[in-house]
């Protein structure tokens, strides 16, 4: 690899350049979640004594409707969760992010969970995290493979910051912005993670958003923790269905983007003057129930888990600022609460664990649902208890109900859009390779274009000469291409010589052959190749034949591009 002269003191190994550019970007993402997270306790201090007047549903209005205004008219980026657009830049252009993204979904999700609405800081930490490693990789001049480790190094440093889990951070970054298990990423990845934790204990000292817990774990708690696991499923797979459903709603209003998001803004308000478990980030509320001191009845904790639904996808779908990962603890707590206290109504006679455990339980099985990340939840689960005594019941909530939610939703939350549209292109598949490589690169030229009004004793002379068996035939008089002829069209005619004058190539001209453009994907070609158990297939721009592409050079330019993914 080579660098710019001023950059020549990084003639390093690979390795120790991600691992030393890594520690600058995991720190700049645990400052940037430290400063999110200070900004977000100051608007919600600030806000607060106006909660308890009747117009307190103005201000998750307001603050979903500036959001919305600095996204769309002063940025220019558009609402949107944060996480996916990573994923996104990482599949199709090599982690490739503008330098803006870095700033602007903090201060946009400051807006909406500041005033209340109810959104996640994760996922905007992690777009501000990963554009500071894109940027940083390009101000380098590195290549696309350490750009994506870089970007994959800020994602992690900004999780690890947040909930002081540099373990979690790592396996989210690996499990679900990335996608693949390499060598070149776990280390500088991990170094990153742990750059992060340590910026947030400087600034910030012990002040973690959970503190550690223990509990007593016992059979029956593990065999009740197969049905908390059905409930996160279906309660993961409602939030799921519940977002997207009113994204396609709000989207049918005819009312600007910013109107639409302080409508939704509005409805949180109003729900969060009866359940104020909806209002904001929710930390405050997991923590209450994770200490065992979460004061509302059984009915009050399985209306506040619908109300967060409901609050989550207005905030979200209405055109809000946030992440899904806040919302998704907050209602996993909620979940697992609701599961104890049946437990404990029904079957009161046994001793079961302190109700924190299934709060804890309920958050790894929402995150596990909604991200189908089942490590991510189970080492954020235990990162915030120290105890590894809860793995057991952990993993089979956590298994439990990933498996479920993929079965009923093949892709994540994360993912649904991206697959949807093919543009979840992951590290080493057909996707990836074929994306890196385009039909102009391909195109084969040596054919021999012939006119429709040709001879057949002309047309032989020319076969002759030769090595193609695909023949094009072009307009003689505008040079639009018409249609093409195969060797075997003519083998009737050959032992003929008596036809070689009386056959001219317009007759047996197929014009209903298949062809491809210029601008159109490769898997795409592929498949049509595939349906129409072809070899070859003519390349048509502005009706004019430009070549041939073949399914010979394809894939041994995909092997050769495979081959560069998998070992720069």
């Known amino acids: 690899m080579r660098y710019p002269g001023r950059w020549s003191i990084f003639r390093l190994d690979d390795r120790m350049l991600l691992i030393l550019v890594g520690i600058v970007v995991g720190t700049c993402s645990g400052l940037a979640a430290v400063a999110l997270s200070r900004s977000l306790i100051a608007l919600l201090d600030w806000t607060h004594p106006y909660r308890h007047y009747w117009w307190a549903f103005f201000l998750p209005a307001g603050g979903a409707m500036a959001s919305s205004l600095f996204m769309n008219k002063i940025v220019k980026e558009g609402a949107g969760h944060g996480v996916p657009e990573v994923i996104y830049s990482v599949s199709r252009y090599g982690g490739l992010l503008r330098f803006r993204s870095s700033f602007s979904r903090l201060i946009s999700s400051c807006l909406t969970i500041g005033s209340g609405g ?46 002081n889990a540099p373990i979690a ?27 992060g934790t340590e910026i947030s204990h400087v600034l910030q000292g012990d002040n973690i958003v959970f503190d550690h817990r223990q509990f007593d774990i016992g059979f029956p708690d593990t065999l009740a923790s197969f049905g908390l696991a059905v409930l996160c499923a279906l ?43 909806v209002l904001g980030e929710g930390y405050h509320s997991i923590q209450q129930m994770i200490d065992g001191v979460y004061a509302p009845g059984f009915l009050l904790v399985a209306v506040g888990m619908l109300a967060k639904v409901a609050a989550t996808s207005f905030t979200l779908g209405w055109g809000g600022s946030g992440g899904i990962f806040a919302p998704a603890l907050v209602i996993g707590s909620l979940a697992g609460l609701t599961f104890h206290r049946g437990l404990a109504f029904v079957w009161p006679s046994v001793a079961w664990v302190n109700e924190g455990c299934f709060a804890l339980l309920g958050m790894a099985g929402l995150i596990s649902g909604m991200l189908q990340a089942p490590l991510t939840a189970i080492f954020l689960i235990i990162e915030i208890t120290g105890d590894y005594g809860v793995i057991l019941p952990l993993i089979i909530v956590s298994t439990i109900t990933s498996s479920v939610c993929q079965y ?32 102009q690169e391909l195109l084969e030229k040596d054919c021999i274009s012939v006119t429709p009004g040709m001879l057949l004793r002309d047309f032989i002379e020319i076969v002759k000469r030769s090595r193609r068996n695909y023949f094009p035939v072009e307009d003689a008089v505008n040079g639009h291409f018409l249609g093409m002829i ?12 008596g036809m070689y004058d009386a056959v001219v190539l317009e007759q047996i001209l197929d014009r209903e052959a298949a062809v491809v453009h210029l601008d159109e994907d490769l898997s795409d070609v592929l498949q049509l190749m595939d349906e129409k158990r072809l070899f070859s297939l003519p390349v048509i721009s502005n009706k004019r034949f430009v070549g041939m592409i073949s399914k010979a050079t394809l894939l041994d330019r995909y092997r050769q591009e495979l081959r560069v993914q998998t070992t720069r």
């Not at 009113?246 to 949180?268: D, E, F, N, Q, T």
């Not at 195969?486 to 010589?497: A, E, M, S």
């Open 118 to 163: 109810s959104a996640g800081p994760e996922a905007p930490v992690v777009m501000s995290g990963a554009a500071i490693g894109s940027n940083i990789a390009s101000f380098l001049s590195l290549n696309e493979r350490q750009r994506i480790t870089l970007v994959g190094c800020g994602a992690a440093g900004a999780i690890s910051a947040i909930f």
């Open 169 to 195: 951070g790592l396996v989210f970054t690996v499990e679900v912005v990335l996608g693949e298990w390499t060598a070149l990423n776990i280390i500088p990845i991990a170094i990153a993670s742990v750059a």
């Open 235 to 277: 309660t993961a797979i409602l939030l799921t269905r519940a977002l997207r459903g009113m994204h396609h709603r709000s989207a049918r209003v005819p009312l600007p983007i910013w109107v639409r998001a302080a409508l939704g803004g509005g409805m949180v308000g109003a729900l969060g003057i009866f359940l104020p478990v």
């Open 408 to 439: 009923i939703e093949p892709a994540s939350f994360y993912l649904k859009e991206l697959v949807d549209k093919g543009q979840l292109l992951r590290p080493g598949t057909d996707g990836r390779v074929l994306a890196d490589l385009s039909i």
């Open 486 to 497: 195969h060797l075997d069209d003519i083998r009737p005619y050959l032992f003929n010589p």
